[in-house]
């Protein structure tokens, strides 16, 4: 089955430094990728979508200066939280299904757990 | 997106099922009905999913109202590691549309402890 892989599976940093987070889809093409984030006790909120080849597309509230997306390859989209502050601590999860017009289900990485100190 | 209504928790005995329910009044047409669960510190896992007719699968069976308002969730053997947080949640979707509209809307979801 699709299978979404996710790069590290937990990062510590210090405050003010920048942090990269990778997702791939290891037996498929994704067009479109999502980026999700779920803090403690809560249900994920989506932050953006990722498009290959063009811009992502922010959900309202999240500062895409702060949260960089690239999504240069049909199997590769990353996350870059720049600046990292204690409050960027969270749970980052991306999600990606075969798309291009399909009603084939969304699966998600296992996710990134950032702590910053 | 339709808005999902579950029940916050609930518990279930090893190895009977388990059958989580899901308000969704407002479901349009072309809204399809999703199930996924997280297990703690995981990724959600997609288990099921289906429109208007019930499905199953390996996992568990979705079982779908007539009018499509509500639905039910069945895990058929209840066990240990199906402890988890599971979302109903409903997802717009046409042919031709490309994945973008495709993204899901995760709500509060029912917290399944399996106990022995």
């Known amino acids: 089955g699709a299978v979404v892989s996710q790069h590290p599976s937990w990062v510590i940093c210090k405050s003010g430094t920048s942090v990269k987070i990778e997702c791939r889809s290891l037996?498929?093409?994704?067009?479109?990728m999502f980026w999700y984030r779920q803090f403690p006790k809560q249900s994920l909120m989506l932050m953006a979508t990722?498009?290959?080849?063009?811009?992502?597309?922010?959900e309202q509230g999240v500062e895409k200066d702060k949260f960089l997306i690239n999504h240069a390859s049909l199997t590769l989209s990353t996350l870059t939280v720049t600046s990292a502050h204690p409050e960027d601590s969270s749970f980052y999860i991306c999600?990606?299904?075969?798309?291009?017009?399909?009603?084939?289900?969304?699966?998600f990485g296992n996710g990134t757990r950032l702590t910053v100190t | 997106d339709a808005k999902t209504t579950q029940p916050t928790s609930m518990d279930c005995a090893e190895g009977r099922a388990a059958n989580l329910p899901c308000n969704h009044s407002?479901?349009?047409?072309?809204?399809?009905v999703y199930w996924y669960r997280q297990i703690h510190s995981q990724g959600p896992q997609y288990i099921i999913h289906?429109?208007?007719n019930n499905e199953t699968n390996e996992m568990a069976s979705l079982i779908i109202t007539e009018d499509r308002k509500s639905s039910t969730l069945i895990l058929p053997h209840a066990t240990l590691r199906d402890t988890a947080v599971y979302y109903c949640?409903?997802?717009?979707?046409?042919?031709?549309?490309?994945?973008?509209?495709?993204?899901?809307?995760f709500g509060g979801g029912t917290r399944v402890l399996v106990k022995p």
């Open positions: 999600s990606a299904s075969r798309g291009g017009g399909t009603n084939s289900p969304l699966h």
């Open positions: 037996d498929f093409q994704a067009t479109t």
């Open positions: 990722s498009n290959e080849g063009s811009k992502a597309t922010y």
């Open positions: 407002t479901i349009s047409g072309n809204e399809y």
């Open positions: 289906g429109l208007k």
């Open positions: 949640i409903v997802r717009w979707w046409a042919p031709g549309v490309k994945a973008a509209g495709n993204k899901l809307t």
